[in-house]
């Protein structure tokens, strides 16, 4: 189901809630709601009102991937970098960031939350760090 993005300041700097395979639907909603929003680029559960961490992401191919409870274990190459975010309108901040980053995750596999890790560069880890930090209640 298509979701309002949140807005509230409050509510996004809230850390989330660690998912289990039970936040299918939330997911769901991510993927619905980040295909409609010819704009986003990545969407994290808080940004549509759930405390919990799961994130969906583009490529850089525009194809969707679903992270539950992304952790950055490492990054090399950091830079500065101009963001916006969809919880924030046009307003850019500048951020550090990594070019290259390691991620540890779970991927629902079959009903149930599997550990999984994935190297990432360029475009794909800047916005997947965006998202991590609004798991962490961090605001861009």
Not at 1 to 9: F, L, N, P, R, S
Not at 40 to 53: H, R, T
Not at 55 to 65: G, H, W
Not at 97 to 123: M, S, T
Request: proline share 4%; aromatic share 6%.
């Amino acid at each position: 189901m298509i979701k309002e993005i949140v807005t509230d300041d409050e509510f996004l700097s809230r850390p989330s809630e660690k998912a289990t395979a039970e936040d299918a639907s939330v997911a769901q909603d991510l993927l619905d709601t980040i295909a409609a929003d010819e704009e986003a680029a990545c969407l994290a559960a808080n940004q549509i009102g759930v405390l919990k961490a799961v994130v969906v992401y583009l490529d850089e191919q525009d194809k969707p991937y679903i992270m539950y409870n992304p952790v950055l274990k490492q990054g090399l190459y950091p830079f500065k970098a101009n963001e916006t975010c969809l919880s924030h309108g046009d307003k850019e901040m500048k951020v550090t960031r990594f070019n290259k980053i390691q991620v540890a995750y779970d991927d629902l596999v079959d009903g149930a939350l599997v550990p999984k890790k994935r190297k990432l560069e360029g475009w794909t880890a800047v916005v997947v760090q965006h998202m991590i930090d609004h798991c962490n209640g961090k605001l861009v």
